[in-house]
């Protein structure tokens, strides 16, 4: 299953909203998630099931889903919030990821 | 969630084999409920799921990676490990080892920071 995810990189400053998409290929149900990276740093896992939040993520991170369209909402940026993100898909394996969308200053 | 921790050469030969350990730092390993997996990153490149392995030692691999991979599991050191055979320069990536539920259709909940392998001679 391919994972289309939009934009490459966006550029924000602190305070505002930001809005990162993915595209499956087929449907996959609700399985899909996003996580957080950083270099040097273990991902974080962000949320899954298109819309559940991992325990201790803040709910300025929010998913939605429209058919096989889904969307990472980030609100009031803060510093920590400026790194590398993707979408990942669990309806099958081989388990396959977006292509990540860097959100810098 | 848990922690998990890469280990093992950063330095790896042409044609050589690769070899990883992911040791989890919690009991989690033992008795089901997880599939310990493993992704892996080229510089400059998207995520790729090597395969993933459970607690009995039952397996399931990528099949681009599969001839040159075994997954193993030792759950009285907490530790489970990849060996990638026959590397070539296409192997270099972060290689990151993660937790996911084991009923097929659950997220990654923990990974480890990764560990940079790069092959070279």
């Known amino acids: 299953i391919q994972l289309t995810q939009s934009p490459f990189s966006v550029s924000a400053s602190v305070g505002d909203r930001v809005t990162i998409t993915c595209r499956a290929s087929q449907h996959i149900n609700i399985f899909l998630a996003w996580f957080q990276t950083k270099p040097g740093k273990a991902p974080k896992s962000l949320i899954y099931d298109i819309s559940k939040l991992q325990s201790g993520v803040p709910s300025k991170f929010s998913g939605s889903a429209s058919g096989t369209n889904f969307t990472l909402t980030i609100t009031s940026l803060q510093p920590e919030d400026f790194a590398t993100y993707y979408c990942q898909q669990y309806f099958s394996y081989p388990r396959t990821f977006g292509q990540g969308t860097k959100v810098d200053i | 969630q848990v922690q998990l921790l890469e280990s093992g050469p950063g330095l790896v030969r042409p044609s050589q084999t690769l070899s990883l350990t992911c040791t989890v730092f919690d009991d989690s390993i033992n008795g089901g409920d997880y599939y310990w997996a493993w992704i892996r990153q080229p510089p400059g490149m998207g995520l790729e799921w090597i395969g993933h392995?459970?607690?009995?030692?039952?397996?399931d691999y990528s099949p681009s990676l599969r001839s040159r991979l075994t997954m193993s599991v030792d759950t009285s050191k907490r530790q489970f490990s990849l060996s990638l055979s026959s590397v070539t320069a296409a192997d270099t990536a972060v290689y990151y080892c993660?937790?996911?539920?084991?009923?097929?259709?659950?997220?990654?909940?923990?990974w480890g920071p990764g560990a940079l392998v790069t092959v070279s001679s």
């Open positions: 392995i459970y607690y009995r030692g039952t397996t």
């Open positions: 993660a937790r996911e539920g084991d009923s097929g259709y659950d997220p990654f909940d923990s």
